[in-house]
C-alpha cells in the first residue's frame, strides 16, 4: 500500500472502525465484526459510515452526498475482498462471482495518487474512485507475490485477516495487544493449572 498521508496515526483503532490489517483492503473486510460470531455488526450502517472509514484509513475522502449506491458498493467490495482472501488462505479456486465483483469495481475510474508539495504521497478523490483503488489494491495483493502473506487471525472467534510483514513471516495475531495478549495470558493460566 501507499504511504498515504493523513495516516500519521497508527492507532488500531480509528474513529471507531478496526485497522489491524497492514492494508487497506483487508482493514475495509473488519467493518463487518463478528464474523465467527453469531451477532454480527456492520460498522456501515449508511452511506456517511464508508465516508468516515475512508478518512480514518488515510483517504482524503471528498464525496459531497454520500448516496445508498455508494453503501451497496462498499458493502459488495468488501464481502468480495473477504471470500477472496480467505478462499487463497485456505488454497481454494477463486469463486466467479466475487471475482467479477471484485473485476468489475477495479475496473472503475480510480483516484490517482499525487505527490504531494511535502514530498509525501496523497489520495484524494470521491468515496467510489476510492473504493475503486482498494479494489485495484486488493487484486495486486491477492494475485501477486504478497498474497502468501496473507492471514487470518489465530485468536478465538477473531475474523480478521491482515498481511504479514514480519522478517520470519510468522505472525499469529492481527494485533499483539489484543489477541496476542489473550493467549499470552490462557496460555500462561494453563501452564499454571497443570502439576
Ligand atoms: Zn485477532
Known amino acids: 500500500m501507499l504511504p498515504v498521508k493523513g495516516t500519521a496515526s497508527h492507532e488500531e483503532t480509528r474513529d471507531g472502525f478496526r ?6 483492503a483487508l482493514d475495509l473486510t473488519a467493518t463487518l465484526t463478528g464474523r465467527l460470531k453469531e451477532a454480527q455488526r456492520d460498522l456501515f450502517a449508511g452511506p456517511e459510515d464508508v465516508v468516515r472509514w475512508l478518512w480514518a484509513a488515510g483517504f482524503e475522502c471528498v464525496q459531497n452526498v454520500p ?10 467490495l468488501r464481502e468480495a475482498i473477504y471470500i477472496l482472501t480467505m ?38 478523490g470521491d468515496a467510489g474512485a476510492l473504493l475503486a483503488f482498494i479494489a485495484r489494491e486488493a487484486v495486486l495483493l491477492l494475485g501477486g507475490e504478497m498474497a502468501d502473506r496473507v492471514r487470518q487471525c489465530e485468536g478465538e472467534g477473531c475474523a480478521i485477516v491482515f498481511l504479514d510483514t514480519s522478517r520470519s513471516g510468522d505472525r499469529r495475531w492481527c494485533s499483539m495487544a489484543a489477541c496476542g495478549n489473550r493467549h499470552k495470558v490462557a496460555a500462561f493460566r494453563q501452564r499454571k493449572r497443570k502439576p
Do not use: K, Y
Open 19 to 24: 485497522f489491524r490489517g497492514g492494508h487497506a
Open 87 to 124: 478462499g487463497r488462505i485456505m488454497g481454494q479456486v477463486p469463486p466467479a462471482r466475487e471475482r467479477t465483483v471484485l473485476n468489475d469495481i477495479a475496473r472503475l475510474p480510480a483516484a490517482a495518487p499525487e505527490f504531494d508539495s511535502d514530498g509525501s504521497a496523497r489520495l484524494c
Open 67 to 76: 448516496d445508498d449506491h455508494l453503501l451497496d458498493s462498499a458493502r459488495l
